[in-house]
């Protein structure tokens, strides 16, 4: 089983809509918890950290469940500009690399 | 936030020749840099750990010997592929993590390999 799973999508949304990503993770020992975006060919960037009480940055929201082992985000009033991949990524132990999900694709058309 | 540079960015070489990629941490200094590939659709998979100073770790099925890391200085990592081969073309990323108190970690661009 992997340790970190995301439906890969594609998403397809007009702008303006309203998306979530779901993400669930193997390991319960599991102590950081981020989603990065990565555009086409590039690496990937630091979208945001989600923490367990849940967190807001503009228009995007991260949600943390820990006794399910689920992370989402939501993207509200989706923009062109969010067309990307977004990786759901965990960090099982303090210092040690990330584990990185296989990325959900989004494409937002006009 | 922080910058990670690499270089090459994208680099096209012959079966059996070496290349080597340089990380590099612009302006802070990184105990610990990481070694990703990542193959057409695929997500991120971790090479190794790199530690200033010291000897990396590999993750399993990575061969040291094929991937020979190097972490001379506390802004510099470099990656060298020996004797490339076509199954090796891939899309090599670096990171850096930013202190010791933080899991957050800045990635260079990427290094697009493709060996004929």
């Known amino acids: 089983r992997k340790e970190v799973e995301q439906d890969p999508g594609p998403f397809n949304v007009p702008e303006g809509a309203t998306v979530a990503f779901n993400c669930t993770y193997s390991n319960s020992a599991s102590q950081s918890f981020f989603w990065y975006r990565q555009d086409c060919r590039k690496e990937p960037k630091l979208l945001m950290s989600?923490?367990?009480s849940g967190n807001e940055d503009g228009r995007f929201t991260a949600q943390l469940n820990r006794a399910s082992q689920y992370i989402s985000l939501l993207i509200r009033d989706s923009k062109l500009s969010d067309s990307a991949t977004y990786l759901c990524?965990?960090?099982?132990?303090?210092?040690?690399?990330?584990?990185f999900g296989k990325g959900t694709s989004l494409l937002v058309t006009p | 936030g922080a910058v990670v540079s690499q270089h090459p960015s994208w680099v096209i070489c012959k079966s059996g020749t070496s290349v080597k990629i340089e990380c590099r941490s612009l302006d802070f200094q990184a105990t610990t840099m990481f070694w990703y590939r990542q193959f057409p659709k695929q997500s991120l998979m971790l090479m190794a750990t790199?530690?200033?100073?010291?000897?990396?770790?590999?993750e399993q099925g990575v061969e040291k010997d094929k991937f020979l890391i190097n972490h001379a200085s506390l802004t510099l990592s470099t990656l060298t592929v020996t004797s490339a081969h076509p199954e090796d073309s891939s899309f090599y990323i670096c990171s850096a993590r930013v202190g010791t108190s933080t899991d957050t970690q800045y990635f260079g661009p990427g290094t697009r390999l493709t060996v004929l």
């Open positions: 790199s530690n200033e100073g010291s000897k990396a770790t590999y």
């Open positions: 990524v965990v960090n099982a132990y303090s210092g040690y690399a990330l584990n």
């Open positions: 989600v923490y367990s």
